[in-house]
């Protein structure tokens, strides 16, 4: 095997951690001596320990001495002291000859570091392999880690002339069970999900990553966000009243109520954002965007999937706030002049401020078609 076949197993390891590892990138591992692979290893869970000393411990547990093996690992490895020892000093200690990597650390003060130390304790170091791919594989940590603000994605299930909901409201169900599926793949793999309060009024969801298989797996409960500036959410609605109402962000506006504040306070966690400049003479003005994603940034979210409707949608795509789309469409057309839209707002004055998205993919699923695309340049690390 070359060692473009042995990181792409690598790959197949680290993806095995998606929706777990968060603050953490996904990485995988593989030991391999005298041609034959000892060892495998992944990161399953932030705070636990990374894949290459998963690798490590997977060799020694089926009886191989990792000395002089070679390490395929997807990104390079960490050289700091966090909530676990540095990666190097056990690679070190283990008498690995060889180290092969996929994407260099994208956190500046890191980057390369690594590489330097194995280096210096006489190890040979190849990077680069695949690295395109390792570094796909974590743009949300590598966005994050950079811009120390979420990822967003824009997530909508639309009609064929993109179409939400009917005039009334009605939009159960736009898209067909596999495309609902893989809507709540979006979420395990997200760390809060967002949505306007005009949602919350409309349909009353609980925002759940809801599968008994990923709670199996370890998986996190997501985080819900709520944009109500004037602090309208009803206390009896789900992401309020349930059991995970803790892990509800409901972000108004200093102009809101005290009284309903105060009543939502009680139930959920309350943040109180600047509204946006733009906005600021308008009685239910928009909220500060980039203050509120700097503000979860800070608070270790990497990842944010925006459902709202089409204006919380338009805020974000229009805003020029959001790094991706994932759009269902479903072989449906709805008409209708008050039909609501997937995306709203003002739009763009002409064909040339029309928002361009790069890196499209299509995928069929049942009998809908999912569009994910990156909305803006691809980030360099």
Sequence with gaps: MTDADLMRLALQLARRGYGTTSPNPMVG??????????????????GQPHAEIEALRDAAKHGHNPRGATLYVTLEPCCTHGRTPPCTAAIIAAGIKRVVSGATDPNPPHAGKGFTILKRAKIAVTHGV?????????????????????????????????????????????????????????????????????TILADNPSLTA???????????????I?????????????????EHAALTTIVVSQRAP???VAALAKRVNVLVAPLAKSALRTPHSALDLPWLLKKLGAQNVTSL???????????????????????????????????????????ARSL???????EVRWRKLGADLLLTAN???KLET
């Design 375 to 377: 909305v803006c340049l």
């Design 352 to 358: 040339d401020e029309a928002l361009q998205l790069h």
């Design 210 to 224: 809801r599968s008994q298989k990923s709670e199996v797996r370890g998986q996190k409960q997501i985080r819900r």
């Design 258 to 260: 005290k009284s309903r």
């Design 130 to 198: 695949l690295a395109d791919e390792c570094m796909r594989l974590n743009e949300v940590f590598n966005h994050w880690i950079v811009r120390r603000t979420p990822f967003v994605t824009v997530k909508a299930a639309m009609t064929l002339d993109g179409k939400i909901a009917t005039a009334r409201g009605e939009s159960k169900w736009i898209t067909g069970e596999q495309a609902r599926a893989h809507g709540m793949k979006l979420r395990h793999g997200s760390d809060a999900i967002l949505v306007g309060v005009n």
């Design 226 to 242: 709520v944009l109500d500036s004037m602090a309208r959410t009803p206390l009896t609605a789900k992401v309020v009243s349930d």
């Design 29 to 46: 591992a593989v030991l391999v001596q005298r041609g034959k692979i000892i060892g495998r290893g992944w990161h399953r869970r932030a």
């Design 305 to 347: 999937l925006v459902e709202g409707g089409g204006e919380v949608n338009a805020s974000f795509l229009l805003g020029g706030f959001a790094q991706r789309v994932a759009f269902f469409s479903a072989p449906k057309i709805l008409g209708g002049r008050d039909s609501r839209k997937a995306v709203a707002g003002d739009g």
